[in-house]
């Protein structure tokens, strides 16, 4: 038996899951180097690299949405996700490959264009991936607690892809050197990067597309074209997105992602300077992750199972909003052990660990939400337009290293943070500056967030009784 009522072998939940290790790897770079990179290393005002990244989200924002509804009304032979998938493959790999690797003696006013126009290729190449294949869930699945599984999956795969590339980034490719006594501010280091990262996504995109191949056939077919013209598309567009849980789960996400955002582009900055941490000791600390994959991966299914995926993500929330600000506040009022000592690194270890695992389940279970409100609008409008409701969550998820970045950057430059600055050099007045304005910012988001998680309606009960609306209307 296959088909979205059957249960999905390992194997089956592998090769979906695979496809999120591409936006892994691009996530890893966008939101954790590549404020680094273009302050840092090639020294562009971080102003600059946080109007580079909103450019390039505001074109997100408008393209998400579309590729959402054509792949939804998308009628081939290969289904209505697989062709964008595939074609999305290599343009994704070599637009992050030459994001890295910009050309020599630029000016800032050139840089400043090339990063835009690289940002804007990067985002809407992986968004042609990530919108059908993250909408795949729909197809595969319509079991409340199977989706969860699914998406497990699929988060597991980018938490690894993102710590290997981090762990590489720090321990190999930007190892100080005799030419970069700073590691971080050698561009070649950042050039191996996107190799490596382009070559893994070419196999990961290519490896789920194909281990996906198999179940077009048992997929729903795509409904027969309405002849809409542009304004009715874009009215159609409007009606779905204006579903009052499709609304609360975008604010939700975005909010949420915010926060992620600005935490993990900020998180570079603490560790080298706040922290002062060495390039092995930031390597440690992301190794000691891969035990908060294994943990949060686990955990969100049981949640799900015990309390329901709603009441689950609000404890996340709640939870992901004490761990680092209380780290940094505690720091700035000199209350813990100092810098450099083995008591500060076992803090940092475990609290990386807890933060860790807070993130992934709350970012399953928030995903597995969304997927839920398909079904939802579905029994209220007939249609079933999974990969425009998944584009709000890709669109989302890029906020993590899009307004994320932009709000970081403004950080930097408010506390004065210099360019090409060494760890160890950098004044203590301007290092606390960067934990007081970020920790209101991150609070604050975490309940904006929070407050959307709570007004969620669908429960398992509804959730059922939308399947069994579906079915007779089917009939």
Not at 289 to 304: Q, Y
């Amino acid at each position: 038996m296959d088909g979205p009522a059957a249960r999905k072998s390992v194997l089956d939940k592998i090769g979906y899951g695979a496809g999120s290790i591409a936006f892994g790897v691009k996530d890893n770079g966008f939101g954790t180097l590549l404020i680094l990179f273009y302050n840092q290393a090639l020294g562009l005002p971080a102003s600059t690299v946080g109007l580079a990244v909103m450019i390039s989200l505001v074109v997100d924002a408008v393209m998400d949405p579309l590729i959402g509804h054509v792949s939804d009304n998308w009628r081939s032979r290969w289904g209505r996700r697989h062709p964008f998938m595939y074609a999305s493959i290599i343009p994704t790999a070599l637009g992050f490959y030459l994001l890295w690797n910009p050309p020599s003696a630029l000016t800032h006013g050139q840089l400043f264009l090339y990063l835009v126009c690289l940002s804007i290729a990067v985002r809407f190449s992986i968004s042609l991936f990530e919108i059908p294949s993250h909408s795949l869930v729909v197809e595969l699945a319509e079991d409340y607690d199977e989706r969860t599984s699914l998406l497990s999956y699929r988060q597991f795969f980018g938490w690894i892809a993102g710590l290997l590339l981090s762990i590489a980034s720090f321990s190999v490719f930007l190892r100080p050197t005799e030419a970069y006594p700073v590691g971080t501010l050698n561009p070649q280091g950042y050039a191996t990067y996107g190799l490596v990262g382009a070559l893994i996504m070419v196999a990961a995109m290519l490896g789920s597309s194909l281990a996906t191949h198999k179940h077009i056939k048992t997929f729903a077919p795509t409904p027969a074209s309405r002849g809409l013209n542009l304004f009715q598309t874009l009215r159609e567009i409007f009606n779905a997105v204006s579903h009052r849980p499709y609304l609360i789960m975008v604010g939700a996400t975005v909010f949420g992602a915010m926060a992620g955002g600005v935490a993990s582009s900020m998180l570079v900055y603490f560790r080298l300077f706040f922290w002062g941490l060495t390039n092995d000791q930031i390597s440690i600390i992301i190794a000691g992750n891969f035990a908060s994959v294994a943990v949060g991966v686990f955990l969100a299914g049981r949640l799900s199972k015990w309390i329901g995926k709603k009441w689950g993500a609000a404890a996340m929330l709640v939870l992901s909003m004490t761990v680092n600000p209380s780290l940094y506040m505690l720091r700035v009022v000199d209350v813990l052990p100092e810098n450099g000592s083995t008591p500060l690194l076992t803090i940092l270890i475990l609290a990386s660990f807890l933060n860790t695992v807070f993130t992934i389940v709350g970012s399953i279970l928030s995903a597995a939400m969304m997927a839920d409100v398909v079904e939802d609008a579905q029994a209220r409008t007939g249609r079933k337009t999974p990969g425009l409701y998944f584009a709000a969550n890709s669109f989302a998820l890029q906020c993590v290293s899009g307004a994320g970045v932009i709000i970081a950057t403004t950080i930097i430059d408010l506390a004065g943070f210099p360019v090409g600055a060494k760890p160890g050099q950098v004044p203590q007045e301007t290092l606390n500056r960067l934990a007081i304005y970020e920790v209101p910012i991150l609070v604050g988001l975490y309940i904006c967030a929070l407050v959307c998680v709570l007004l969620y309606p669908i429960t398992r009960q509804r959730h059922a009784d939308n399947l069994q609306a579906i079915a007779r209307s089917a009939t």
